[in-house]
């Protein structure tokens, strides 16, 4: 039998935007499944914490933004009247759920708008991981992403109670406008993101590298230049003028006001090291290793990008996926929080396979049982909850162990799906070196 020309792939337009791989029916029937599988898992999150494991659904962060917003409302002007340790918008997510509490005149309304909120945000993203997964594999492939980010049970208890969903979101929404051709959107979503917190600042010179494959770095360093001006210039200024300490949100974000936290992998490896071990080694000096080791693994990855290029949407994920990993990994401030940042990336990077599937959700299990289920009686922030040589302590550190070869585990399966990448990084340091070389004057030769 002769086999029939295979037709063009499917094609849908929404919005003025091109779909590829995919029909118009099929997409909205798929985001309707994604949309309602997001929110079973949200409610089943908080029923199984509640109830199953007689846990406790964290409203502290929240209880914090219903201070902030009152504070508003009595007429005081944020990072003026009040300090506040995150950056400027902020205040965004934290003053839309006064609405129905005004209306309602309940303080609960609050805390029920506010998790509407994060919910919707992350919905939002739940759509962009789609739509860029469209763009990466066929329609079954980016359904499977998709859903995997849906069911991320651990992310789905952090959004709910943290504040986290919006910035993701931003840092999503730049990754999806670059890939869908709208670099100027792209870089606006991430320098805002910036305003928000300092993880989507990460993204952009990745994105900008990426943009000039298609264009040059000229191009795209002028273009960038351009929106980061218009930022600075309606929120940066302001606040500098207004503000003393307009920079004190980022200090807090970064951790360098704090001490090591228990959760972290450098007070794993203190543990190990010092008391395991008896080597004496500080906690100041693992943390300096760990901040060298985010120097090095981001200068790499900024290089490749730079000699080698970004030619496809899928380096552009790994890279940031590792840039992410590497601050939210190495640093000595943690919060269990951090990983409905890596939620999208690996939804979209770990689908090739039942084992890399198998980890994602791996990584889900250990970071729920981080927070909530084992703070308070594992550890609290600043340290293990029993006494060095305990059997309570020997299980606290067995477990922040485990939790750190799973996220090792998770981010080695990232790199590891793009095979190129290690030569890449070799032969654009190889490069360097070779261009260094070539500038040194030659030796003088003494008779």
């Given at each position: 039998?002769?086999?029939?020309?295979?037709?063009?792939?499917?094609?849908?337009?929404?919005?003025?935007?091109?779909?590829?791989?995919?029909?118009?029916?099929?997409?909205?029937?798929?985001?309707?499944?994604?949309?309602?599988?997001?929110?079973?898992?949200?409610?089943?999150?908080?029923?199984?914490?509640?109830?199953?494991?007689?846990?406790?659904?964290?409203?502290?962060?929240?209880?914090?933004?219903?201070?902030?917003?009152?504070?508003?409302?009595?007429?005081?002007?944020?990072?003026?009247?009040?300090?506040?340790?995150?950056?400027?918008?902020?205040?965004?997510?934290?003053?839309?759920?006064?609405?129905?509490?005004?209306?309602?005149?309940?303080?609960?309304?609050?805390?029920?708008?506010?998790?509407?909120?994060?919910?919707?945000?992350?919905?939002?993203?739940?759509?962009?991981?789609?739509?860029?997964?469209?763009?990466?594999?066929?329609?079954?492939?980016?359904?499977?992403?998709?859903?995997?980010?849906?069911?991320?049970?651990?992310?789905?208890?952090?959004?709910?109670?943290?504040?986290?969903?919006f910035p993701t979101f931003l840092l999503i929404l730049a990754i999806f406008a670059t890939v869908y051709g709208m670099p100027k959107r792209g870089y606006l979503a991430?320098?805002?993101?910036?305003?928000?917190?300092?993880?989507?600042?990460?993204?952009?010179?990745?994105?900008?590298?990426?943009?000039?494959?298609?264009?040059?770095?000229?191009?795209?360093?002028?273009?960038?230049?351009?929106?980061?001006?218009?930022?600075?210039?309606?929120?940066?200024?302001?606040?500098?003028?207004?503000?003393?300490?307009?920079?004190?949100?980022?200090?807090?974000?970064?951790?360098?006001?704090?001490?090591?936290?228990?959760?972290?992998?450098?007070?794993?490896?203190?543990?190990?090291?010092?008391?395991?071990?008896?080597?004496?080694?500080?906690?100041?000096?693992?943390?300096?290793?760990?901040?060298?080791?985010?120097?090095?693994?981001?200068?790499?990855?900024?290089?490749?990008?730079?000699?080698?290029?970004?030619?496809?949407?899928?380096?552009?994920?790994?890279?940031?996926?590792?840039?992410?990993?590497?601050?939210?990994?190495?640093?000595?401030?943690?919060?269990?929080?951090?990983?409905?940042?890596?939620?999208?990336?690996?939804?979209?990077?770990?689908?090739?396979?039942?084992?890399?599937?198998?980890?994602?959700?791996?990584?889900?299990?250990?970071?729920?049982?981080?927070?909530?289920?084992?703070?308070?009686?594992?550890?609290?922030?600043?340290?293990?909850?029993?006494?060095?040589?305990?059997?309570?302590?020997?299980?606290?550190?067995?477990?922040?162990?485990?939790?750190?070869?799973?996220?090792?585990?998770?981010?080695?399966?990232?790199?590891?799906?793009?095979?190129?990448?290690?030569?890449?990084?070799?032969?654009?340091?190889?490069?360097?070196?070779?261009?260094?070389?070539?500038?040194?004057?030659?030796?003088?030769?003494?008779?």
């Amino acid at each position: 039998m002769r086999k029939g020309k295979s037709g063009p792939a499917p094609v849908c337009s929404i919005c003025g935007l091109t779909i590829r791989n995919i029909e118009r029916r099929t997409f909205v029937h798929n985001l309707l499944l994604l949309g309602i599988a997001s929110v079973l898992t949200k409610l089943i999150v908080l029923f199984v914490t509640v109830s199953v494991f007689h846990s406790f659904v964290d409203l502290f962060d929240i209880s914090v933004y219903f201070g902030y917003a009152a504070n508003v409302l009595g007429g005081q002007i944020p990072y003026i009247d009040f300090s506040i340790e995150y950056p400027f918008l902020f205040m965004i997510p934290v003053l839309i759920p006064l609405i129905p509490t005004i209306l309602a005149n309940d303080v609960t309304a609050y805390v029920m708008g506010f998790q509407v909120l994060m919910a919707f945000f992350d919905i939002l993203t739940l759509f962009l991981v789609y739509l860029i997964g469209l763009q990466l594999f066929d329609s079954k492939r980016a359904f499977r992403a998709a859903l995997l980010y849906a069911t991320a049970f651990a992310s789905s208890y952090f959004i709910l109670t943290k504040y986290d969903s919006f910035p993701t979101f931003l840092l999503i929404l730049a990754i999806f406008a670059t890939v869908y051709g709208m670099p100027k959107r792209g870089y606006l979503a991430g320098i805002l993101g910036f305003f928000t917190k300092v993880f989507p600042i990460l993204a952009v010179p990745y994105l900008v590298l990426f943009n000039a494959t298609k264009t040059s770095r000229k191009t795209e360093l002028i273009s960038v230049s351009k929106v980061a001006i218009v930022c600075i210039m309606f929120l940066l200024i302001p606040m500098i003028s207004l503000v003393q300490d307009w920079y004190r949100p980022y200090l807090f974000a970064t951790g360098a006001d704090v001490g090591v936290y228990a959760n972290t992998v450098t007070y794993t490896l203190y543990n190990v090291l010092n008391e395991l071990l008896h080597l004496p080694i500080s906690e100041e000096i693992i943390s300096l290793a760990m901040y060298a080791l985010i120097i090095g693994i981001t200068g790499s990855l900024l290089l490749v990008s730079w000699v080698k290029g970004i030619r496809s949407p899928r380096r552009l994920l790994v890279l940031i996926a590792i840039t992410l990993f590497s601050v939210i990994f190495c640093t000595k401030f943690h919060s269990p929080q951090y990983l409905v940042w890596l939620t999208p990336f690996y939804a979209l990077l770990l689908i090739e396979s039942y084992w890399n599937m198998l980890v994602f959700y791996l990584l889900q299990v250990v970071v729920y049982i981080e927070f909530p289920l084992a703070w308070g009686s594992l550890y609290v922030n600043r340290g293990y909850i029993h006494e060095i040589g305990t059997a309570g302590w020997y299980g606290s550190l067995t477990f922040f162990i485990i939790h750190a070869m799973v996220y090792v585990i998770s981010i080695l399966l990232i790199v590891k799906s793009d095979p190129s990448l290690y030569d890449d990084i070799r032969s654009s340091i190889n490069c360097v070196i070779s261009m260094v070389r070539r500038r040194d004057p030659p030796a003088i030769v003494r008779e």
